[in-house]
Structure formats: C-alpha cells, structure tokens
C-alpha cells in the first residue's frame, strides 16, 4: 500500500503560539514528505510495497535500516498530527485513560515528569512515548525513526524529539517544548481511541 502525505487535521496557524505555522510548513510539508517519497521509493525497491504500513517496519526492522527509518517515520509522523490539536493538553484525561495513567504510570503528575524526562534524556534525534505492551502503560523512548511497534508495544502517544520539530519555536529549549505539548497540545481524545483499539 502506498504511503501517502496526509493533510492537517488543522489549519497550520492553529497550533500558536506552542508550535508555529513555519514549523508545522517545514515538518509537514517538507520533512515528513520526504519520509513518504523516500519510503515509497524504498518499499517498491525491497519488493514489500503491497504491504501494510505495519508489516513494512516489523519486516524491515534490523534488515533495511533505510527503509526502516523511512517508513516508521512515516507512520510516527501521521499519529503525531493527530496527537496534537488547538487548545489541548491539560490534566483533565477522559475517564478510562485517568484509570489506566493511575494505575500504569502512577498518576497524571508522574506521568509527565517521566514523558518529559524520557524526551529530554534520548540522547540526539528520536521520540518519547506512552505505549500499551502486555495490556499495560509504558513510558518508552527510541532513537532516530525507531517507534514501540518494534519493542512488541502499541504507541498511543508519542512526541518527537528531533530539533525539526522545536528548533524554530524553542531554539535548544527541548525540556520547555516538551512542556508545551503536554500541557497545551495533546489531543487526548485521539489518546483515548488508540488506548482503547490497543486493550480491546
Ligand atoms: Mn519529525
């Protein structure tokens, strides 16, 4: 299946002042594009275009770094749109996603310091995630284009750490940009929806 550059779920000012328009164009329009075109390009050549996104990054994991990184970049970006919206963020979880954050992470307030800490600790380029493995919330954090899909967990939050996605609103500041996404950005609905196909 081929990979195709999804739109916005927002206009590209939408998301000001914690992530401008100039990066949400750069990010969107320039990076993540040429994850798909290169992507596209690589899974033709390894033969495995006919295969679903998934099935692209578990098979070319270990083997096909190239296509690997294109093709999990690809998959991490179009949940990253969709983990982000105007005016989110905040504390208040719907419901059974506060149950599970209690019971997994230890609570909201931990939460966040852990994602946080798990952003601000990988070392250069890579994503900090909340991810369900075994029916349970784990806080995860993977270099480069890696994502949980590869540790046998599902991803249902993720934030990428790579400088594209701060540099222009944050400069070097990671740890306030970090901040900004849970408290003002996150989409939690879109959260939930993942949590909920994840435990079913
Ligand atoms: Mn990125």
Known sequence: MAFELPDLPYAYDALAPYMSAETLEFHHDKHHKAYVDKGNELAQEAGLADKSLEDIIRESHGSNAPLFNNAAQHYNH????????????????????????????????????????????????????????????????????????????????????????????????????????????????????LYEAATK
């Not at 540790?151 to 070097?172: F, K, M, Q």
């Not at 306030?176 to 939930?192: Q, S």
């Open 78 to 193: 179009v949940h990253f749109w969709k983990w982000m919206k105007k005016n989110g963020g905040g504390t208040s979880l719907p419901g059974a996603l506060q149950k599970a954050f209690d019971s997994d992470l230890g609570g909201f307030e931990k939460f966040k310091a852990d994602f946080t800490a798990a952003g601000v600790g990988q070392f250069g380029s890579g994503w900090c995630w909340v991810a369900v493995k075994d029916g349970k919330l784990e806080i995860m954090k993977t270099p480069n284009g890696e994502n949980p899909l590869v540790h046998g967990a599902t991803p249902i939050l993720g934030c990428d750490v790579w400088e594209h996605s701060y540099y222009i609103d944050y400069r070097n500041a990671r740890p306030k940009y970090l901040e900004a996404f849970v408290d003002n950005l996150v989409c939690w609905d879109y959260v939930l929806e």
